[in-house]
């Protein structure tokens, strides 16, 4: 699938080398069908970063109302996606709309009044966070802040993972005065990459994690 192409649907929709941006193109953000519609477009992009992680940015700029079924179709689906890559879990049926794994890191942006209500409530109610990109470039997130709910000490591994830029289990470990275990590092770190908020490669046999923006504020 090409730009030209994608660029021919009313969705407003721009891909790069890390990032899809998909917006709704509607006042109203509601239903499974229009949210099915959007990713719909950006699909063969995401099924194709076989190799390489990429963050879906949903943009709900000038959005007026957005509801959980949309978001359920959209940016949740993503992050169930998301997550069963993480866990090299399979497709789960041949259904259209079934979880699939995916190398994709869901966000949002543009949120405002009560569309931000909604968002942070949505995720809130599952236990799960989403982070909000209040500034990027064309092919990176550069700042955000969480909506929904992150565990406190996981928001305290994700403040330090910022402040590094990047780190191991182990080079975090030596920076804190937490008394836990490197295994408990590990866990820490790895349950950000499950949650969406961090990525991660291989450093010979350890994993060097790095948050999903280079700023990130976990309380707003």
């Not at 866990?87 to 009044?113: H, I, M, N, Y």
């Not at 209040?134 to 969480?146: F, P, Y």
């Amino acid at each position: 699938m090409t730009l030209d192409s994608l660029t021919e649907t009313s969705e407003r929709i721009s891909m790069t080398p890390f990032c899809i941006s998909l917006a709704p193109g509607v006042p109203n953000a509601l239903g499974a069908t229009l949210g099915q519609d959007c990713i719909e477009k950006v699909l063969p992009g995401l099924e194709a970063a076989t190799d390489d992680d990429i963050a879906l940015i949903l943009d709900l700029t000038g959005i007026q109302a957005v509801n959980a079924s949309f978001l359920k179709a959209t940016a949740f689906w993503a992050f169930q996606c998301g997550q069963a890559s993480v866990k090299q879990q399979p497709r789960t049926s041949d259904e259209r709309w079934a979880v699939r794994p995916l190398r994709v890191f869901p966000a949002v942006t543009g949120c405002s009044g009560e569309v931000m209500s909604d968002v942070d409530d949505f995720f809130s109610g599952r236990q799960l966070p989403i982070l909000h990109v209040d500034e990027r470039t064309a092919d990176r997130m550069i700042k955000g802040h969480l909506l929904g709910r992150l565990d406190p000490v996981l928001e305290k591994t994700l403040t330090g993972l910022v402040a590094a830029g990047e780190a191991t289990a182990a080079e975090l470990a030596a920076t804190s005065d937490d008394a836990i275990t490197l295994n408990g590092w590990n866990n820490r770190l790895a349950d950000l990459h499950l949650l969406r908020l961090a990525r991660r490669r291989r450093r010979s046999k350890f994993w060097v994690y790095t948050p999903t923006t280079k700023h990130i504020s976990v309380w707003g």
